[in-house]
């Protein structure tokens, strides 16, 4: 007869394997490997490896400073690993980003997009830069699905930051993006365009097939859309699994609560290796 522990054991390995399987055994649409990278002496990311599996939704959590905008910004090719290999769809990024920029995209509250376009100019560009065909039809429709149709005549600068928000998702999905990198996608957002943008995120995913890699604060959020979570604390990744795993090998209620222990380094996962 088993012990409890052993019992445990056997449940976290088997957890572990459900984890790390491929979801409807799909490729590996990021692997990365040894990635580092320092700012002037600070290690903002340090030797973290991972990969995000097709048709996945994965969330990149962590406390301010953690190193999750540094990731995803060396994923995007705007910052230059110190250190490391990113192989996005099938190439490495390092050489051959030329050919995977354009199948992917991204959305960031941080990252500006001209403010004196008006909406419907600016998403004119995103979509011309991309090479889209029938540009017109294709910036209305991604104004409808967004819910912006009334904002294409008015400049950028002069909307909510709600609304800027909304344009920043219609830029991210103008090129129909296979990989979707987001960082905090509804962070600007009230509670129920916040609920309206997940709702919008995770229909785009089920009816594309799209992967969706999202930073985010909001625990609500990343217990609701994703499958796989990846637990960052000073540049490095120190846990991993799906919500519902962390939840259970923490003994905790919901993802906050994992959040709050990992964060006041009250460790209870049972495979936790500091
Ligand atoms: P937040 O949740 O606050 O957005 P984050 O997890 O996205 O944080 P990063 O923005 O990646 O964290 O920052 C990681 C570390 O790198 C921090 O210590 C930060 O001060 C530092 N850092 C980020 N950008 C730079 C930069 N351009 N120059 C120097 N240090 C930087």
Redesign the pocket.
Known sequence: MPSKQQRQALNNGINQIIDAMPINGSPVVIEVRSLTKK??G?L?VNCISFTVQRGSITALV?G???????TLSMLLGLLLPSEGEINILGADMLTKRHLVLPRMNFSSPYVGMPARLTVGENLTVYANLYGLDNVKDRVTSVAKDLQILDTLKIQLGNLSSGQKTRVSLAKALINEPELLILDEPTASLDPESADWARGHLESYQQRTGATLLL?S?NMGEVERLCHKVLM?KDGTIIDEGSPQRLIANYDRKNLEEVFLDIARDRTHSRDFVP
Not at 64 to 70: Q, S
């Open positions: 700012y002037n600070i903002a962590g301010n400073g953690a190193g999750k905008t540094t930073a604060h960052m």
